[in-house]
Structures are given as C-alpha cells and as structure tokens.
C-alpha cells in the first residue's frame, strides 16, 4: 500500500514541499529483514499522519522503501520508479542492486529537474531512503541507505541497521543490543525501544507506526501498523523495568562522597549480599 497523498492548506495557499522529520529504522539480522517508520508529519504547528513505508513489486518479488526528506521530492521519485517499473513490461527486478539503481536514477532525474527551483525558494534539496529485499536473483536479502546525491551504502554484519531521520536517541540501544545473529523476535523489541526512545525525545516523531518484517527462509512479507493504544503495555513494561534497574545497579565509587548515609537506601533482604 502506498502512502496518501497529504496537502497542507495554510493561509490559503497550498504548500507540496513539505519537509519529513521522521525515524525510520531498518534492520537485517540472520533471520530476515525489518522495517519500522513512525507516521507523524509536522509542518509548523500543524500535526498530520501518513504511511512512510512503501512496498514495490509483487508477490515474493517486492522491497520497501522508507523516505525522509522533502515529500515533494519523495513523491516524484516514487512516481518515476513506478513508471520504470511500468515499462518493463511485468519484468521484476532481477536483484536488489538492480532495483536501487533503477532508484537512484529517478532520484537524480528529480534532482536536475527540481533541485534550482528548491533552492531559488531556501529549500534544500533533500530525500534519504532506506531500501530493502530480496529478489529472484539474489542468494540473501539485502538493505541499502540512499543519500540525497544518488551514492549510497549497503548494511553489513558489523552494523546490521541503517536508520534516517532523526537518529540519535534511538541509536544507543541498537549499538548496544543487536547483533546480525539477534533473532527475530527480539530484533523486533528492539527496533520499537529505539523508537520510542526516540519519540520520547523529540516531538517530531510519534505514533502511529508501520512495521514489516521479511523472513528469509519461507522469501515471506508481513506487515502491520500500531497506534499508541496498541503498545501501552510494552511501554509501561519498560518505563517500570529501566527505573528498577537503574536501581538496582550496584553502586560507583561516587556513593561515599556524593550521598549522604542516611540518604542511602535501605537494600531489600533479598537483594542483600
């Protein structure tokens, strides 16, 4: 499913450069692939929401992609990868690599069209994607980063995960957590901590999100969205354990000369050593 088209009408003018902060998270690990992007566009003080992930081809034959950037810019690239994809007649991508290629030139055909004019208005021309599959030809699934200019990077088995948009906050967690051999289930914890770390921190970013997972060994896609509602529990679960934890870290050097005795609390009886 693609995502609607979103105008913003402000002052009776009608804005089509409309700029995405977002976080989009995508993962390969030895199981398969995993994407997460949040929903929320803000423009100004207006708060909207639209898909971020895009599937492309069909069947077994299909990849994602997950945009940050100027919407104007990822609309139009979008539509000229459908019509390159139109003019092939049903003939899929061979491979992944075929498919960012075909990518990358509908971007910089959009940039030489488009990039003057944005820039005449005090817009940068902007458009990261994340990218990821596997197609009849590929021995793997693979997952690439797109830059603005076209050039990009594959993901490997030393940093299994690309993110774009707003990236710092949920970094930490991924660095020290996922590896390329962490299983499914827990890659797909962890993808949701990194955002809602990030969400925590930053109000660009928030529910609701879309989350698809390939499973290498059946070459299967599944998808699905969430709202806030949907993960109280996962939430709450963290906010109670991280607060315990914290708690129950045993104590630095600085205890003795930064707290007080009678500030120190009392250790439980069955924590007592």
Not at 127 to 134: D, R, V
Not at 172 to 201: H, N, V, W
Not at 203 to 211: A, E, T
Not at 226 to 244: C, H, K, P, V
Request: one cysteine or more; hydrophobic letters at 35%; proline letters at 4%.
């Amino acid at each position: 499913m693609d995502a609607p088209r979103l105008t913003i009408r402000s002052s009776g003018r009608i804005h089509g450069t409309i700029s995405i902060m977002t976080y989009c998270l995508g993962i390969k690990t030895r199981d398969g692939l995993i994407g997460l992007s949040d929903g929320r566009i803000t423009s100004g003080s207006q708060l909207s929401s639209a898909r971020k992930v895009t599937m492309m081809g069909s069947g077994s034959d299909r990849f994602f992609i997950m945009n940050s950037g100027l919407r104007s810019v990822r609309d139009k690239t979008l539509a000229y990868l459908r019509r390159d994809m139109q003019k092939r007649r049903g003939e899929a991508y061979g491979t992944m690599l075929d498919a960012v290629s075909a990518f990358t030139a509908c971007l910089r055909q959009v940039a030489t069209e488009d990039r003057e004019a944005l820039e005449a208005s005090k817009l940068h021309f902007n458009l990261h994607a994340i990218i990821g599959g596997q197609l009849a030809e590929d021995r793997e699934p693979y997952m690439f980063l797109i830059y603005p200019e076209g050039n990009w990077i594959e993901v490997d088995e030393r940093t299994p995960y690309l993110s774009i948009g707003a990236t710092a906050y949920g970094k930490p967690i991924l660095d020290r957590a996922l590896t390329y051999g962490t299983d499914m289930q827990t890659a797909l914890k962890l993808a949701y901590l990194s955002f809602d770390s990030t969400r925590f921190s930053t109000n660009d970013v928030g529910f609701p999100i879309d989350m698809v997972s390939y499973h290498a060994d059946s070459r299967s896609w599944r998808q699905s969205n969430y709202d806030y509602d949907d993960l109280g529990e996962q939430r709450q679960w963290w906010n109670r354990n991280l607060t315990e934890l914290a708690r129950r870290m045993p104590d630095g050097p600085w205890v003795e000369t930064l707290v007080p005795e009678e500030m120190r609390p009392r250790q439980p009886a069955e924590e007592a050593v």
